[in-house]
């Protein structure tokens, strides 16, 4: 993100449609500015993760809120839910078809958390962007 006004907010359904649109809004604010691709797919795969754990595991009727942008040489995003526990990392096997979302915070962003607020919680990552568009990995 080049400045605090290419941040954008979106109000996402909790329905399966929630992490397309995520990705979409991710992609479209990294559109042209970062010509890195490998950016855009961790960008987009973690955004299509958190959504995807908050359609699933939020145990609540608010719509999710994604909140991006890029500033001081950084992506952020951040997925609200209505949800007031954290998010747990599981155990899976081998050849299980999920379950891989906290592990792949862990591993592509640079830094990620929750943020607890008083009607849920925010789950967040950062992805650094230096000068040149690559994306440095934690």
């Known amino acids: 993100m080049s400045d605090p006004s290419s941040a954008r907010t979106v109000v996402l359904p909790t329905t399966r449609e929630a992490p397309r649109i995520a990705r979409a809004v991710v992609t479209q604010l990294l559109d042209g500015s970062h010509p890195d691709q490998d950016l855009v797919d961790r960008a987009t795969l973690l955004v299509s993760e958190v959504t995807t754990n908050a359609v699933i595991h939020a145990q609540s ?69 230096p000068p040149n568009g690559t994306i440095q990995v934690a």
């Open 61 to 129: 009727d608010q719509p999710l809120r994604l909140v991006a942008g890029c500033r001081n040489g950084e992506l952020h995003v951040e997925v609200h839910d209505g949800d007031p526990a954290a998010p747990v990392r599981r155990t899976h096997g081998t050849l299980s078809e999920g379950g891989r979302g906290m592990e792949l915070l862990e591993l592509l962003a640079t830094r990620h958390g929750t943020t607890f607020l008083g009607h849920g919680k925010a789950v967040w990552f950062d992805l650094a962007v």
